[in-house]
């Protein structure tokens, strides 16, 4: 019998399914057999804090994703809530919006890496520690800000009755995270099982568990995220929601993967022979970088131009290349622009055209082809 239950119904029945590529910790993915949580243990390893932008499982602290998914999701948050907390503040993008919103709000942040509040410490309440460290006061907020953190800590079930405890009667929680049906990409090559994550939620696994505990709940879910905006009620719930088989989703993943990251040196080849005959910028400073040059050969000393308007101004080079704002294309004037991007690609390729580049590349436009 194993020492390890599932953190949302105790059981220790589970199957250990997949190891992550490139992982630090000894990374090992689980399934529940009980309620199907999609989880993670590792070994007694802490994962490192130096920023590392890379396609395996090692990602990490770079902490630029929870401001641009804060620039989607900023239209839905509510601007009359009177007492706030947000849990996982990182660089203080929805506390700063909040107090312009809502100027009159009693705002608390909590964030344990004090590195990154130093723009907004001295504006807020700001707690430089873990939510689990911290006693919060019964019943008082209104309204609860979680985004892209949930999935991080190590007990997703004590965190939400914790917030669950310190909302206010019918007061608001606004909770996002990463959606493991994202995971079927059939493009896919980048590590979505990195070893910052201990929790893989579904949208029908983390709402069902949220209603047990008295959540009443909205869920808006695609093909990347899921959204809940969930009220503190006094009655619990029975399960609503069903979700797909997570023993196909893990097999779906682990194919793609493989498949894609062998096509990479291809691409790579294809990328090249731009490279020998054009002036070529690449449009993102990400995973996608990273695995053309781990797994595809990319000779990075070639490359002149990476940009990256989020990564700019958070790490100085990728592999060696340093990494610009999209205002360089004002001096750098490249003929081909490489995008690689995913969700964001035609944002990105519109902004590249907007400088004058005529021929614009998707990278995984180049996957497909190969």
């Known amino acids: 019998m194993s020492n390890i239950s599932c953190d949302f119904c105790g059981s220790t029945d589970y ?29 007694a390893i802490p994962y490192s804090r130096e920023p590392n932008i890379s396609g395996d499982a090692d990602w990490g602290n770079v902490r630029f994703c929870k401001g641009q998914r804060f620039d989607v999701i900023r239209d839905m948050l509510p601007k009359d809530a009177r007492y706030v907390l947000d849990v996982g503040s990182s660089r203080g993008h929805f506390v700063t919006w909040a107090r312009r919103a809502m100027p009159n709000a009693e705002i608390t942040a909590v964030e344990p890496d004090t590195r990154v509040i130093d723009s907004y410490a001295d504006e807020f309440n700001v707690i430089g520690k873990k939510l689990e460290d911290i006693a919060l006061p019964d019943n008082h907020f209104d309204f609860v800000y979680c985004m892209q953190t949930l999935e991080h800590v190590d007990s997703a079930s004590a965190m939400l009755k914790q917030i669950y405890k310190a909302l206010a009667p019918g007061g608001t929680l606004f909770l996002e995270v990463p959606n493991i049906e ?8 980048e590590e979505s099982f990195i070893d910052k994550h201990n929790f893989h939620f579904s949208k029908g696994v983390l709402c069902n568990y949220m209603m047990k505990l008295g959540y009443d709940v909205k869920v808006n879910a695609d093909d990347l995220n899921v959204r809940v ?35 990479l040196p291809a691409v790579v080849e294809r990328v090249t022979e731009m490279m020998a005959h054009t002036k070529v910028a690449f449009f993102g400073a990400n995973v996608l ?8 050969g990319l000779d990075a000393s070639k490359v002149e131009c990476l940009m990256d308007d989020y990564i700019n101004g958070l ?41 004058g580049v005529r021929n614009v590349v998707k990278f995984y436009d180049l996957l497909r082809s190969v």
């Open 182 to 189: 994202a995971f079927r990409f059939p493009l896919n090559v």
């Open 229 to 263: 905006v969930a009220k503190k009620q006094d009655m619990q719930v029975r399960p609503v929601f069903k979700d797909s088989d997570p023993y196909k989703l893990m097999n779906e993943y682990s194919a793609n993967i493989t498949r894609n990251r062998a096509k």
């Open 289 to 296: 970088f990273d695995l053309m040059v781990k797994y595809g």
């Open 315 to 355: 790490v100085d080079n990728l592999h060696g290349v340093p990494i610009q704002s999209s205002d360089y294309l004002r001096v750098y004037h490249p003929d081909t622009c490489i995008i690689l991007a995913r969700h964001s690609a035609d944002a990105v390729a519109a902004k590249a055209r907007k400088f």
């Open 15 to 43: 199957k250990e399914v997949y190891k992550p590529q490139g992982t630090k910790r000894n990374n090992r993915v689980c399934i529940c057999e009980v309620c199907g949580l999609v989880f993670s243990i590792h070994d």
